[in-house]
Each structure stands twice: as C-alpha cells, then as structure tokens.
C-alpha cells in the first residue's frame, strides 16, 4: 500500500513538473523567436549596406518607438476602437446567421453563396463602396473590420454546431428533449471550440479590416500614419506603425486566447 501511495505520488509530480516545463516553453519560446529575428534583422541591415529609407536598423525603429510614442498611441487608439466594434459586430452577426442556417437549411443553401460572393470581393474594393455609403467617419473602418470577421466565424460556428454526435441527439430525442434544449445543451457547448478558433483568426483580421479602411481617406488611426510616413520616406516612423499595429494585434488575440481557456477549461486540458 506504501508503494502505490509513493507511486502515486511520484505520477503526479511527475505530472506537475511536465505542466510547469510545457507553461515555460510556451513562454519562452516566443520570445527567443522574437529576438533571433531582431538579430537577423540588424545583421542583415550591416551585412548588405542596406540604405535606411529602404530598410531601417532595428535601433531606429526603436528610437522613433521612443521619440514619438504619444503620436503612435493617439493613432492607435481609433484603429483600436474601429477593431474592436468590427470585431463584436461582425462576429455576432455571423453567430446569428450560423444560427439561422442550423435551423432552417433552406436559408443557408439560399444564402451561403451569397456570402462566399462577398467574401471573394477583395478589401480594397469594399472599402471605398462602404465610405461611400457611411460617410467617411469611423463607421466605414468599423462596417470593413466586421465584413472581413464574419466569414470564418460563420463557417466556423455553422459547422460547429452541425458536427454532434448521432448519439447525443439520438439520448436527447430519448429523453423527449424540446429543439431549444438541443441546441443549448448540445450544439453550443459544441461549437465553443469551433467559435474560439474563429475569433482568434478574426481577432487578427479586424486590425487589418481597420487599417485597410483607414487608408480610404482617414485623416488619424495606423493605416493614415503608414500612408503619411510611406509618402515622406520615413521609413522608421513606418516600421514603427507597422510594430504598433502588430503588438495591438497580438494582444488582441492573447486575450481571445486567454477568455479560451478560462471558458473552455476542458477541452485545452485535453489538448494538453
């Protein structure tokens, strides 16, 4: 009895020591990415006598992260609300739509070419139709990120929550279960998965709608500066936009990552 409790014990240290190794390396392993990609980058810079209006060393850009962060952040922040509500906007609607489609098949195969239509329109073409429409406030930037957010939401969750197994809905039927208890009990905590996965490519791609959409006559926000510094040859205040719209980015997604895994606990646990 000693020997299994010893055994036991030594399984779940183990175990903990594993966990805490895997947590580490997810951590760290970016971070080493990040700065062997700075080092190439100055290398390269000093390796092939690359003029700075083409390329800037890393320590500029730096520099002009320092120098001027007050205008990088008064800039990033209306390309962070226009991400933001074009991420929520297009990600519930195309929830609801998702919705629509598992409930009633004839509106999908009504309605998914359509979508597929929309989608294939590049950004740069939807841009300058929406400012025409909405004007030239932020609402165009907002209506841009939520159109390149929903299509893979919707497929996503439309999937989502079709792919239940036969016999989840075979017990329910059993127990005489109502379409809405279905749906709650079963296709939504289903499709949390295939949700999450979205938002994460979305979260991503909502920065984008917004920055397209600012450069279809915006004044303020990431994309007018990238536009304001590719006109001057200034290119450190360049690839310092780019840095700041890419670490709002990445933050972005961290945090859908992270509502992930408090939400879905069980299913990250299995993955691991």
Known sequence: MADAFAADAEGEARFRQRRRYLAWRRRLLPIVAVVALLYAWSESIELFDIKPFIAPSPQAVAAVLYDRFGILMANLLPTAIESILGFALGNLAAVVVATVFVWRKTVEEAMFPVAVMINSIPVVAKAPILVLLLGNGMEPKIAVAAIICFFPTLVNMTRGLRDVRPEQLELMRILSAR??????????????????????????????????????????????????????????????????????????????????????????????
């Open 179 to 272: 379409q809405s208890e279905v749906f709650l009990r079963i296709r939504v905590p289903n499709a949390l998965p295939y949700l999450f996965s979205a938002l994460k490519i979305a979260a991503s791609t909502a920065v984008i709608g917004a920055i397209v959409g600012e450069w279809i006559g915006s004044t303020q926000g990431i994309g007018a500066l990238i536009l304001q510094a590719t006109f001057n040859f200034d290119s450190p205040l360049l690839y310092a936009t780019i840095v700041v719209g890419s670490v709002f980015s990445a933050l972005f997604f961290g945090v859908i990552s992270l509502v992930e895994r408090r939400m879905l606990r069980w299913h990250t646990a299995h993955k691991e």
